[in-house]
């Protein structure tokens, strides 16, 4: 089976997953930006993987007009990866559940430009005033100065689908 991985990256999670993901099926991961001489039609599988920010997946709608066949999609987001991030990023994005796979990241402050880290603190502002926070809410504070929780073995599940 001929696949290949295309990827929208803001901090280099999203690229490192798309990588390691091209290395487990032994194929070329692609960055969209640089998508263009890349024909999706000769492509068996298409992976693709962006970033989350707002709940969208960042580079989605370019993906969608390339128009691939049997594509398999991921996001990777600095909230922890339990089945009701991945539930929500599906109900709100209407991808199949099936074909999504949403992994952790992380944030790289350094990393984001003036927009991104402006937008950043106001979203952390805006947690530390609710009287009652989540999880997510809570996890959300401790990553905001910088954290990595990229690890290699949660692409199993994506790459085992890919393999069926």
């Not at 993987?49 to 991921?74: E, P």
């Not at 990866?81 to 992380?106: C, L, Q, S």
Request: glycine residues 6%.
């Amino acid at each position: 089976m001929k696949r290949i991985v295309l990827y929208e990256s803001g901090t280099g999670f999203t690229a490192q997953y798309a990588a390691w993901i091209a290395e487990e099926l032994q194929c070329e991961s692609v960055a969209l930006k640089n998508a263009k001489s890349v024909n999706v039609a000769e492509y068996d599988q298409v992976i693709f993987g962006g970033w989350m920010c707002a709940g969208k997946v960042m580079g989605y709608d370019k993906f969608v007009k390339l128009h691939a066949k049997n594509a398999v999609l991921f996001a990777v987001g600095m909230a922890p990866a339990v089945p009701e991030v991945a539930n929500k990023i599906i109900a709100d994005n209407g991808f199949n559940a099936e074909r999504f796979f949403y992994f952790e990241g992380g944030y790289r402050p350094e990393k984001v430009n003036f927009i991104m880290r402006t937008m950043m603190k106001m979203l952390k502002k805006s947690i530390e005033k609710k009287p009652e926070k989540t999880e997510e809410d809570l996890y959300i504070i401790k990553t905001f100065h910088g954290a990595d929780n990229a690890k290699k073995e949660v692409i199993q599940s994506l790459v085992e689908f890919c393999k069926k």
